[in-house]
């Protein structure tokens, strides 16, 4: 999906919505592209503010604003901070007719040579997000003054992010002088799109910021409503109807490079989100889930029409079967599977999916458009489903703080009344009682009736009329992601170790195997296992590969294969010292700093591991380690050793049960880190007889 303008690299505030494509990497500042793509087909015709076009900026004098939050004094920050944003003020007004202009003027101070990206400015926009004014200055660490001229800047197109086509682009140049001690200023006015009824500050990103203000101004008559996203409410400083200004002092950055097993910066983020309404604009949004998913419906209702083509299709992939569960996955798997990511966003194809016959005769939409098909497809077979926006970074949409924010679509599959299988894994609840299987169709290596790991324990928004609600996605049992390895070893007196693998991955864990095994050439396979394999091995070699069940994501992916690793086992004079757990590193690299954001495990998964050795001729075990066995609720891991004649066999487990942990338990996960470390990298004696 795609989005509408905003500023980015130096800004901290971007236009966030609905319509955001999961494909998009992001960090704090800079998300995908927000998806609010111009449809005004849909909400009506659009009435041009009035406002003047601006020239750049003639004089190479900054403005006395940027003088004057220049002169700041900074408080001490860690030396790794890059740059610091002294002022970023924005002012969002809002006309009699419903349309908008938002101004902003930034100012950072760049304070190390890594600081230097904040010094271009880059600037989203597109047809309906006309840029009206725009002055970029910057002061050298010598004081010099800078202004940025019409010349330096350029019009360029958005790359990358999944999307084949779009028409946002963004207008960016670079400031001079723009070394550690260097401000670097700009503003910006820019039209808002027509059709927005709500608008966001981001006031918080990898940067920290001295002063930051948003005012909201609103023509007589017109009313609001503001609500917080990870971060407590702040009243406005200013209270009048039409008037209202919110002020945040010394917000500190969000820095997570340093923090193993992170959360994702979205999900630490502060923001507030302001709806309005008032005479005049039609299908405005208010602060509920229901508000929004009513404005949604109506905008996608006649996209989801079925064709006649669309039902003889459903009807073929579903012809003999009667179960809910074997016609909806039939029909899941075939959006999955045979229709391609492919991304055309233009004007309102940003947000609005395009018409369900059209994706089903190209065969080929972004996740809405995947999410689109897939609901017109089970309409014909009797099955009713709903859209569903989520987004990938867990944590970034909160149940308490509705909006359009979000950057994928995925489907929401309603399960019939007393209907119930085995299968059904990825289920939700509505406050009403109704349940729906939740798939993403995107997706390409998730099973069905599963759900990606990145979503879940997330909140979604069921897009269902005036049942609209948002939604937590659950959090699925380990052993629907599992990796069982097995392997049957002789070990000679040289050291040298021989043998069978059996590699067996089900669920997530299997998806870049999958993806490897279907995609990539024969020598790119071969690096992929050599890279796995160095991971535990020196000197090694692998033969015989063979792999099953590549595509077939509802049975496990498995790999087999031959492998002989030399100096396996070190040698000490009469003993020789060996390593049972072979293959698989589980293990976690932390630090041992005071910890202040949750712990992101990533994934519940199950992991298995049944290694026999043969010991070589004349050799018995002297030493063995003691088995391990640690349950912390969260996750457990537990290792045994036994001999058996001339065998050795190891095996283990670990399960993750729970995807995130409050800060206050990093110390059980250094305990959890430790005990895995010293099974894994624990040796048995042997000892010549």
Same mark, same amino acid.
């Given at each position: 999906?795609?989005?509408?303008?905003?500023?980015?690299?130096?800004?901290?505030?971007?236009?966030?919505?609905?319509?955001?494509?999961?494909?998009?990497?992001?960090?704090?500042?800079?998300?995908?592209?927000?998806?609010?793509?111009?449809?005004?087909? +849909?909400?009506?015709?659009?009435?041009?503010?009035?406002?003047?076009?601006?020239?750049?900026?003639?004089?190479?004098?900054?403005?006395?604003?940027?003088?004057?939050?220049?002169?700041?004094?900074?408080?001490?920050?860690?030396?790794?901070?890059?740059?610091?944003?002294?002022?970023?003020?924005?002012?969002?007004?809002?006309?009699?007719?419903?349309?908008?202009?938002?101004?902003?003027?930034?100012?950072?101070?760049?304070?190390?040579?890594?600081?230097?990206?904040?010094?271009?400015?880059?600037?989203?926009?597109?047809?309906?997000?006309?840029?009206?004014?725009?002055?970029?200055?910057?002061?050298?660490?010598?004081?010099?003054?800078?202004?940025?001229?019409?010349?330096?800047?350029?019009?360029?197109?958005?790359?990358?992010?999944?999307?084949?086509?779009?028409?946002?682009?963004?207008?960016?140049?670079?400031?001079?002088?723009?070394?550690?001690?260097?401000?670097?200023?700009?503003?910006?006015?820019?039209?808002?799109?027509?059709?927005?009824?709500?608008?966001?500050?981001?006031?918080?990103?990898?940067?920290?910021?001295?002063?930051?203000?948003?005012?909201?101004?609103?023509?007589?008559?017109?009313?609001?409503?503001?609500?917080?996203?990870?971060?407590?409410?702040?009243?406005?400083?200013?209270?009048?109807?039409?008037?209202?200004?919110?002020?945040?002092?010394?917000?500190?950055?969000?820095?997570?490079?340093?923090?193993?097993?992170?959360?994702?910066?979205?999900?630490?983020?502060?923001?507030?989100?302001?709806?309005?309404?008032?005479?005049?604009?039609?299908?405005?949004?208010?602060?509920?889930?229901?508000?929004?998913?009513?404005?949604?419906?109506?905008?996608?209702?006649?996209?989801?029409?079925?064709?006649?083509?669309?039902?003889?299709?459903?009807?073929?992939?579903?012809?003999?079967?009667?179960?809910?569960?074997?016609?909806?996955?039939?029909?899941?798997?075939?959006?999955?599977?045979?229709?391609?990511?492919?991304?055309?966003?233009?004007?309102?194809?940003?947000?609005?999916?395009?018409?369900?016959?059209?994706?089903?005769?190209?065969?080929?939409?972004?996740?809405?458009?995947?999410? /689109?098909?897939?609901?017109?497809?089970?309409? /014909?077979?009797?099955?009713?489903?709903?859209?569903?926006?989520?987004? /990938?970074?867990?944590?970034?949409?909160?149940?308490?703080?509705?909006?359009?924010?979000?950057?994928?679509?995925?489907?929401?599959?309603?399960?019939?009344?007393?209907?119930?299988?085995?299968?059904?894994?990825?289920?939700?609840?509505?406050?009403?009682?109704?349940?729906?299987?939740?798939?993403?169709?995107?997706?390409?290596? /998730?099973?069905?009736?599963?759900?990606?790991?990145?979503?879940?324990?997330?909140?979604?928004?069921?897009?269902?009329?005036?049942?609209?609600?948002?939604?937590?996605?659950?959090?699925?049992?380990?052993?629907?992601?599992?990796?069982?390895?097995?392997?049957?070893?002789?070990?000679?007196?040289?050291?040298?170790?021989?043998?069978?693998?059996?590699?067996?991955?089900?669920?997530?864990?299997?998806?870049?195997?999958?993806?490897?095994?279907?995609?990539?050439?024969?020598?790119?396979?071969?690096?992929?296992?050599?890279?796995?394999?160095?991971?535990?091995?020196?000197?090694?070699?692998?033969?015989?590969?063979?792999?099953?069940?590549?595509?077939?994501?509802?049975?496990?992916?498995?790999?087999?294969?031959?492998?002989?690793?030399?100096?396996?086992?070190?040698?000490?004079?009469?003993?020789?010292?060996?390593?049972?757990?072979?293959?698989?590193?589980?293990?976690?690299?932390?630090?041992?700093?005071?910890?202040?954001?949750?712990?992101?495990?990533?994934?519940?998964?199950?992991?298995?591991?049944?290694? +026999?050795?043969?010991?070589?001729?004349?050799?018995?075990?002297?030493?063995?380690?003691?088995?391990?066995?640690?349950?912390?609720?969260?996750?457990?891991?537990?290792?045994?050793?036994?001999?058996?004649?001339?065998?050795?066999?190891?095996?283990?487990?670990?399960?993750?049960?729970?995807?995130?942990?409050?800060?206050?338990?990093?110390?059980?996960?250094?305990?959890?880190?430790?005990?895995?470390?010293?099974?894994?990298?624990?040796?048995?004696?042997?000892?010549?007889?």
């Amino acid at each position: 999906m795609s989005y509408t303008a905003g500023l980015a690299v130096v800004s901290t505030r971007e236009h966030f919505s609905i319509g955001f494509d999961q494909r998009c990497n992001s960090d704090v500042r800079q998300h995908c592209k927000p998806a609010l793509g111009g449809f005004l087909g +849909a909400l009506g015709a659009v009435i041009l503010l009035g406002f003047t076009q601006y020239a750049l900026a003639k004089s190479d004098s900054a403005p006395g604003w940027v003088h004057t939050a220049s002169a700041q004094t900074l408080p001490h920050y860690p030396d790794e901070t890059n740059a610091v944003v002294l002022l970023d003020e924005v002012t969002y007004t809002v006309a009699p007719n419903g349309q908008a202009v938002e101004h902003e003027r930034r100012v950072v101070k760049i304070l190390r040579p890594q600081g230097r990206d904040e010094c271009v400015v880059h600037i989203n926009f597109d047809k309906d997000t006309k840029i009206l004014l725009l002055a970029a200055w910057s002061i050298g660490p010598d004081g010099h003054e800078y202004a940025v001229k019409d010349k330096d800047f350029s019009d360029v197109g958005l790359e990358g992010g999944g999307i084949a086509f779009d028409d946002v682009k963004h207008r960016t140049a670079q400031a001079p002088g723009c070394d550690p001690g260097a401000v670097v200023a700009y503003e910006v006015e820019q039209r808002v799109r027509p059709y927005l009824t709500e608008t966001t500050w981001h006031f918080q990103d990898d940067l920290p910021s001295l002063n930051q203000s948003f005012t909201l101004e609103l023509p007589a008559g017109y009313t609001y409503g503001a609500v917080w996203a990870h971060h407590a409410s702040v009243a406005p400083v200013s209270t009048d109807a039409q008037h209202l200004r919110w002020e945040m002092k010394d917000v500190p950055g969000i820095d997570l490079e340093r923090i193993p097993l992170a959360p994702s910066a979205q999900s630490l983020a502060g923001r507030m989100t302001v709806h309005y309404a008032g005479p005049g604009i039609a299908n405005a949004t208010v602060s509920t889930w229901k508000s929004i998913g009513e404005w949604y419906s109506q905008l996608a209702k006649d996209r989801l029409t079925a064709t006649p083509e669309i039902g003889a299709k459903a009807a073929e992939l579903t012809v003999g079967k009667t179960d809910f569960y074997d016609k909806s996955e039939a029909i899941g798997e075939f959006v999955q599977k045979q229709v391609r990511y492919f991304a055309v966003e233009v004007g309102i194809g940003g947000l609005q999916p395009h018409a369900a016959g059209d994706i089903f005769h190209n065969r080929y939409g972004d996740c809405k458009d995947k999410a /689109t098909l897939l609901s017109a497809m089970l309409s /014909t077979v009797g099955i009713h489903s709903a859209l569903m926006v989520v987004d /990938t970074h867990r944590g970034f949409i909160e149940a308490n703080a509705p909006s359009l924010l979000g950057n994928h679509m995925i489907a929401a599959i309603e399960i019939p009344a007393g209907y119930d299988s085995p299968k059904l894994h990825s289920v939700v609840k509505t406050s009403s009682g109704r349940r729906y299987l939740i798939f993403d169709p995107t997706w390409e290596k /998730t099973p069905f009736g599963q759900l990606e790991h990145n979503l879940q324990g997330s909140v979604g928004l069921l897009l269902e009329g005036g049942e609209s609600q948002a939604i937590e996605l659950p959090v699925l049992d380990p052993t629907l992601n599992t990796i069982h390895r097995s392997g049957n070893f002789q070990l000679d007196a040289n050291g040298v170790l021989k043998g069978t693998i059996v590699e067996k991955r089900f669920g997530d864990l299997s998806e870049r195997r999958r993806e490897v095994y279907t995609k990539a050439d024969e020598k790119q396979q071969s690096d992929f296992l050599n890279k796995m394999l160095g991971r535990d091995l020196t000197v090694f070699t692998a033969t015989d590969v063979k792999v099953e069940n590549v595509d077939a994501l509802n049975r496990e992916f498995t790999m087999s294969y031959s492998l002989s690793a030399e100096h396996y086992a070190k040698s000490m004079g009469s003993l020789l010292m060996v390593r049972p757990r072979v293959l698989g590193s589980l293990g976690y690299s932390l630090d041992h700093k005071t910890r202040k954001v949750a712990i992101n495990l990533g994934e519940t998964e199950q992991a298995n591991d049944d290694y +026999a050795i043969e010991l070589p001729a004349g050799y018995t075990v002297d030493e063995i380690p003691d088995p391990v066995k640690i349950d912390l609720g969260f996750a457990a891991y537990q290792s045994s050793f036994e001999v058996a004649g001339n065998k050795l066999h190891y095996t283990r487990r670990y399960t993750v049960r729970q995807l995130t942990l409050p800060a206050d338990r990093y110390a059980d996960m250094q305990k959890l880190a430790s005990a895995i470390s010293g099974d894994e990298s624990s040796s048995v004696v042997l000892k010549k007889q």
